[in-house]
Structure formats: C-alpha cells, structure tokens
T-cell receptor
Framework: EAQVTQNPRYLITVTGKKLTVTCSQN?????MSWYRQDPGLGLRQIYY???????DKGDVPEGYKVSRKEKRNFPLILESPSPNQTSLYFC??????????????FGPGTRLTVL | QKEVEQNSGPLSVPEGAIASLNCTYS??????FFWYRQYSGKSPELIMS????GDKEDGRFTAQLNKASQYVSLLIRDSQPSDSATYLC?????????FGTGTQLKVEL
C-alpha cells in the first residue's frame, strides 16, 4: 500500500529535550516536506526536500532541522524543543512537479506537546 | 497581505445544496492551484487541481479559476453530510506550497 508513515503519532516531552519525528514514504517520491498545523494559522511549511541531500527552508524553519540521507526518509529534528513548538505535524511527499502535479500525500500526523 | 486567503467559516449549507468555497492568492505568477479536504483529526487529501482559467469538473466537484482576479473557487454540488470538513486551498510558490487557513464546511440534514 502506497503510504507516508510518521512516528511517533503522539509525543509529550519537556522543554529542551531533543527529539526526532521520523517520516518514511514508499512511493519513490523525490519531494518531501514537513508542515505544522495550528488553530487559526493553518498548515505552514517548515522544511522541504527536492531530493536526497537537497533540503531548503519553508516558511517557519526556526527551531527545526531536517536531513535527507535516503530518498524514502525525511526526519524532523527538534534540538531543543520549546512550548511554542506544541503543534500537529504532518509529513508529506509528492512526485516531481514536472509531471504536472504538486499532489502532496500526507502522513497521519504527529501531535507534539512540549511542556 | 497573506499569500493565500480563505474565509474560515463555518459555511453551513443544507443537504443537497451547492456549497461554494473561495480562495484568493497574491502571487500573479502562480500557475497551479489545489484544493485539499481535511476531516477533523485526519490528514489533508487532494481533491482537485486546476491550471487553466475556467472550470474543471470532477464528479460533484467543480474548481473555477480566474487568474486575472487571482481567485480560485470550489463548488460542491448536491452537498452531503459526508462533505462536512475543512477545505484548504494551496498554491505553489517556487518549490514551496502555501496553504490557506481553510474553510470549515458544515452540511446540515
């Protein structure tokens, strides 16, 4: 089954404790992205990756890191989480834009609470 | 001005009616436009894409694009309670995808 998986689905942590949210896709997509979703602010892009070893900032990259060492995986790293990073996080992937689509396939989401 | 703007709603329509959802965008160079549907507690899913001025129909859904007015809309005909969800408009800018804040649609029996 074609899918994007994220782990963990729920996480409660404390300020300053480094964490990683994993994301994996099995559709051989080049493009992968991380979003956070907050009430009233909608979905905002954190980072995206056009392909292996190619990453770039989205609209809200501060406090986050990413890496893309393999095509299928795109982990999101919070080196020192703070309460304002409490949010619902989505990973997404899509085929190359030159195929005429920017269709994002979303993972199930990770609800993060930073105390 | 926000890059992609939507009325947050909620928009309430009776079952069987036409629901009209609207989105405006600021980048005149935008070439492609997407509508995603998000049920409460779930992840967004793509329901429509449109690239050219005019209408594009897919089942009960019609996307309408007017590049001169920087306006894209989604019409849902014969609205069903199962259409109750938040609808997100998305517009690529370069390699980034910018979403509107979404319009909540409620279809009432």
């Amino acid at each position: 089954e074609a899918q994007v998986t994220q782990n963990p689905r729920y996480l409660i942590t404390v300020t300053g404790k480094k964490l990683t949210v994993t994301c994996s896709q099995n559709m051989n997509h080049e493009y992968m992205s991380w979003y956070r979703q907050d009430p009233g602010l909608g979905l905002r892009q954190i980072y995206y990756s056009m392909n292996v070893e190619v990453t770039d900032k989205g609209d809200v990259p501060e406090g986050y890191k990413v890496s893309r060492k393999e095509k299928r995986n795109f982990p999101l790293i919070l080196e020192s989480p703070s309460p304002n990073q409490t949010s619902l996080y989505f990973c997404a992937s899509s085929p190359p834009r030159d195929r005429g689509e920017f269709e994002q396939f979303f993972g199930p989401g990770t609800r993060l609470t930073v105390l | 001005q926000k890059e992609v703007e939507q009325n947050s709603g909620p928009l309430s329509v009776p079952e069987g009616a036409i629901a009209s959802l609207n989105c405006t965008y600021s980048d005149r160079g935008s070439q492609s436009f997407f509508w995603y549907r998000q049920y409460s507690g779930k992840s967004p899913e793509l329901i429509m894409s449109i690239y050219s001025n005019g209408d594009k129909e897919d089942g009960r859904f019609t996307a309408q694009l007017n590049k001169a007015s920087q306006y894209v809309s989604l019409l849902i005909r014969d609205s069903q309670p199962s259409d109750s969800a938040t609808y997100l408009c998305a517009v690529p800018t370069g390699n980034k995808l910018t979403f509107g804040t979404g319009t909540q649609l409620k279809v009432e029996l």
